[in-house]
């Protein structure tokens, strides 16, 4: 029974990763397009990667669906009102925004027309459709690059992470891990494997400046003072660290010294250490978390210069 239990989580969970797929955004940047004719396009965008099931990665913009148009003919109609009528060549791009590579692109010719170049642009824009055959190839050929990408380049990846955290670049390091495709093949669970050492390494460094600080806070002040002062500094120590017994270690001795009235304060502060959800969350979603946060707070002027001047 236990076996084929096994046997059937097995199953499952592989089934529930080759069903994921690399996530890819979609991003305008040409200035040369309207801004409320350039949101219709990136919509447009955004639903032919949905058609073609490709997922938002919702956090890493590392990979990029965009466009760049080309004007090949403008006319002015001579009605009332005048009508402007144009044709375009659209130029689809799938890129690495990160390692500045661009996949694939495909080139559709389309013409709108309407009583300004806003209107002309985004009837022009209704042309392009997600099961477009042209666009569902382009796409394709830019996931099968991907992917040969990851199959060749892993160990590259990982000993970049290593190197970004030996000089204590752990956030960056586990951006880098974390923007590895969740399609589950082996590239995949080496990063994983490697984001929770690298996130491991991060909290026991950031756990021994800390520790050491609070042993100085307390060392100055053995009072209830001295008590806040440690509670404030230990809180921000992981409570899955290495050294953590020396953090249990120092509470008790704090917790000795304090009288019955001064211990309010200090209770209070280590339940809400306690309760809070780091003591739940697993190395893997912690180590992901961060690596979130880091590419959250990138500038998104650098990914536009590479699409707008590099691709």
């Excluded at 799938?94 to 661009?102: A, F, P, Q, R, S």
């Excluded at 992470?161 to 960056?172: G, I, M, N, W």
Aim: glycine share 2%; aromatic share 8%; hydrophobic share 40%.
């Amino acid at each position: 029974m236990k076996r084929t239990i096994i046997t059937l989580t097995s199953i499952i969970l592989t089934a529930i990763c080759y069903a994921q797929n690399i996530g890819i955004s979609a991003q305008i940047v040409d200035e040369k397009i309207p801004e409320e004719a350039a949101r219709q396009l990136e919509t447009k965008l955004q639903n032919a990667l949905i058609s073609n099931s490709f997922v938002n990665n919702g956090y890493i913009e590392r990979y990029v669906l965009t466009a760049k148009v080309d004007i090949t003919q403008k006319d002015i109609t001579p009605t009332t009102p005048a009508r402007i009528s144009e044709k375009m060549d659209i130029t689809l791009m799938v890129g690495d925004v990160i390692e500045n590579k661009l996949y694939s692109s495909v080139t559709l010719s389309v013409a709108g027309i309407g009583t300004n170049e806003n209107k002309a642009f985004i009837n022009a824009f209704r042309n392009i459709k997600g099961d477009n055959p042209k666009i569902q190839e382009m796409l394709n050929d830019a996931k099968v690059k991907i992917l040969d990408y990851y199959s060749n380049h892993c160990s590259e990846i990982i000993q970049k992470s290593k190197r970004l955290t030996s000089t204590q670049a752990f956030d960056e390091a586990l951006f880098l891990l974390s923007s590895v495709p969740n399609i589950c093949e082996e590239c995949f669970a080496q990063c994983q494997q490697q984001a929770v050492v690298a996130y491991q390494q991060k909290i026991d460094s950031e756990a021994t400046t800390l520790l050491e600080k609070a042993k100085t806070a307390w060392t100055l002040n053995q009072n209830e003072q001295g008590a806040i002062d440690v509670a404030n500094i230990i809180c921000q120590i992981n409570p899955k660290s290495s050294n953590y017994n020396q953090v249990i270690s120092l509470r008790n001795t704090v917790n000795k010294k304090l009288q019955a009235d001064e211990k309010r304060e200090w209770d209070f502060k280590m339940k809400q250490y306690e309760d809070d959800q780091t003591f739940k969350r697993s190395l893997v979603d912690a180590a992901k978390a961060i690596g979130v946060a880091w590419g959250q707070n990138q500038p998104r002027t650098v990914y536009k210069t590479v699409i707008r001047y590099w691709w």
